[in-house]
């Protein structure tokens, strides 16, 4: 049960245009979202959160909307670069305090064409 | 060095021989998870320590896996008599946090495990 789902597994986009990564999850204890990029061979890293009380958090180029009633959020990259290509995984976890383990969508590799 | 270090960093191993896969945890890091990776799929959560106490182990695939911390710093996940569906990359991450909120974890490379 996928309770975290990326259904677009690439994505191209030209350079300097706006890359838009979508995210759809299905457990309503979810509250705070976030996404991380991989590049090949290496561990994935942070790159933006937003907790279910936003509807939108921006970051430099990155910016990430959240939908609750949809069960959905996205990533915006504008403008994109080439170094954005990589794998960007969505993922989750309920907000309350203590510890409670991340749940990764599938990824979708994202490749930015100069 | 500063980060998550994993060795080995690729390993190929019979079906049925044991493998065992080190997590060197960013200096003074209290929070330890590790995830493993199947081709395609995003990381799934295997188990995470609080120190070297293990508190959530509840994504172990089976008992043939098994994972220990028990200094609160090192950690290693054991497989026994590894299957073919054990191939994948096996992800150690680390936070200072014990909250362990997803922003503060960092990752490690990755052991890449084959299983032939």
């Known amino acids: 049960d996928q309770q975290v789902k990326q259904n677009s597994p690439s994505l191209s986009v030209q350079e300097g245009r706006i890359s838009i990564l979508n995210c759809d999850y299905t457990?309503?204890?979810?509250?705070?979202f976030l996404w991380y990029k991989k590049y090949p061979a290496e561990g994935p890293t942070f790159l933006i959160s937003?907790?279910?009380?936003?509807d939108k958090n921006e970051d430099g180029r990155f910016t990430v909307f959240l939908n609750k009633s949809a069960k959905h959020l996205s990533l915006h990259i504008v403008p994109s670069q080439p170094g954005d290509s990589a794998v960007y995984f969505c993922a989750a976890k309920p907000f309350y305090g203590g510890y409670q383990k991340v749940t990764f969508g599938t990824g979708t590799k994202l490749q930015v064409i100069p | 060095g500063a980060g998550v270090s994993q060795s080995p960093r690729y390993k190929v191993a019979k079906r049925g021989q044991d493998v065992a896969l080190r997590c060197d945890p960013i200096?003074?890091?209290?929070?330890l998870f590790w995830y493993q990776q199947a081709l395609g799929q995003g990381p799934e959560f295997l188990t995470y320590?609080?120190?070297?106490?293990?508190?959530?182990k509840s994504g172990l695939p089976s008992d043939r896996f098994f994972a220990e911390r028990p200094e609160g710093s090192v950690s290693t996940l054991k497989i026994q008599r590894t299957q073919q569906e054990d191939s994948a990359v096996y992800l150690c991450?680390?936070?200072?946090?014990?909250?362990?909120?997803?922003?503060?974890?960092?990752f490690g490379e990755g052991s890449w495990l084959t299983v032939v």
């Open positions: 937003i907790s279910s009380i936003k």
């Open positions: 457990n309503s204890m979810f509250d705070y």
């Open positions: 991450a680390s936070s200072a946090n014990r909250t362990a909120s997803g922003n503060t974890i960092y």
């Open positions: 320590f609080q120190n070297e106490a293990q508190l959530d």
């Open positions: 200096s003074g890091h209290v929070s």
